[in-house]
């Protein structure tokens, strides 16, 4: 055996630190999860994760099979209950008995395969600065990665959890987000079911549906052609339009809503979805541009040359050999743009008076309200937030094509 060097301490270090990082984030949603209140014993997770980590690194990489991670996630939990006096989260076993286990071993595992993937390859024998500065890398990615899927995922949690809340749960425990699933799904979603019933988010959701499909088609109808004229056409000004496309947005929205709300009371289009229909495209249209014409350029010309001498015209040309070879931009386009919609609230706001007509991000707004329970405001953030999420995994591998697409040439 090879002895220790810099990146075996290091390793110690790191093991130390993310047991105190995952102790307290476990016990944290172990709080969540119950309702009871653990304390995080961070002193006695840094000990076990240290001690993890010295089983695990102390042999080298192709020696860390999976029975030596049981063993140090088996280290870290006999650690952590002798150090904590038998109270690994803040609270005897006796109490919660199932749980704490459940999530002690969330934790160990937490802490041995976090610890894996930061020292993977690398222990002693591997002492090169280079691979010191791999392992610190890791670690600091690890942990960025850590802090936000937290900063992501917990605002979502404690949303949906209050949304399956009554009021009076909510206010004896407000750290409480345990749901009891005795109660039968009439209970549990009640608040979802009066939205529906009693605050017409049904006409919210088709408003907020129709309104943002629209704006999609329309943004597209007048983007593609314009990216690809800015993208393959030739003509005077051609570079100062591809270049200052964005220039819009460096105008505050706020700063647009008096005219136009004046000029659409004038010609009445204010309070009616029209009117957003004129507004939306008009912030849509740049950021569509921009996106696509970077693809556009990234088409091999000669495939469009090649029609051409073919016979076919320029819109058969884009119709038959440049949009087919555009739908990974396209789709990613058409979902940035129906997020925007969708999500746009202060045009909404300042345009829309009658409830009928309200997208539902305005409806979400009038929940805001201390007559309106928490929990509605909270299931009415839960319904305009899994259409889009849903949306957005759908088409993630399309979104991230159109993005990276054209950012060689062009």
Known sequence: MTRPGNIFFLCLGFGALWGAIWTIIVTLLALFVSGIAF?????????????????????????????????????????????????????????????????????????VQSLHITARDLGPGREKRYNVEVLCLRFLKGGGLVAFTIAVALPFFVMVMMSL?????????????????????????????????????????LNSTLVSIAT??????????????????????????????????????????????????????????????????????????YMLQGYFRGIPAELEEAGLMDGLGRFDVIR???LPLALPALASVALYVFMIAWNEFLFAFMFLDNVDLYTLSRGIAELNSSEVPRQHLMAGAVIATVPVLALFLWFERFLVAGLTAGSVKG
């Not at 964005?246 to 136009?260: A, E, G, K, S």
């Open 216 to 289: 999609v088609a329309i943004t597209l109808f007048f983007a593609v052609p314009g990216a690809y004229a800015v993208a393959r056409l030739r003509f005077p000004g051609q570079k100062f339009l591809s270049r200052s496309i964005l220039l819009i947005y460096m105008v505050p929205m706020i700063v647009l809503v008096i005219p136009l709300y004046a000029i659409f009371s004038q010609l009445g289009l204010r309070n009616t979805l029209w009117g957003l229909l004129f507004v939306y495209p008009a912030t849509t249209i740049p950021v569509a541009l």
């Open 39 to 111: 304390q995080p014993q961070v002193t006695s997770g840094a000990l076990a994760g240290l001690v993890a980590a010295i089983l695990l690194v102390w042999h080298r990489p192709a020696r860390r099979t999976p029975a030596l991670r049981m063993l140090s996630g088996l280290a870290f939990v006999l650690v952590l209950a002798a150090v904590s006096g038998a109270e690994p989260l803040g609270q005897p076993l006796g109490r919660y008995a199932f749980g704490q286990l459940l999530f002690v071993v969330i934790l160990a595992a937490a802490v």
């Open 320 to 322: 038959k050999i440049t």
């Open 165 to 205: 809340k009554n009021q009076q749960l909510l206010l004896s425990n407000p750290l409480d987000f345990s749901i009891d699933f005795g109660l039968g799904a009439g209970t549990l979603l009640r608040s979802y079911i009066e939205l529906f019933s009693e605050y017409r988010f049904g006409t919210y959701l």
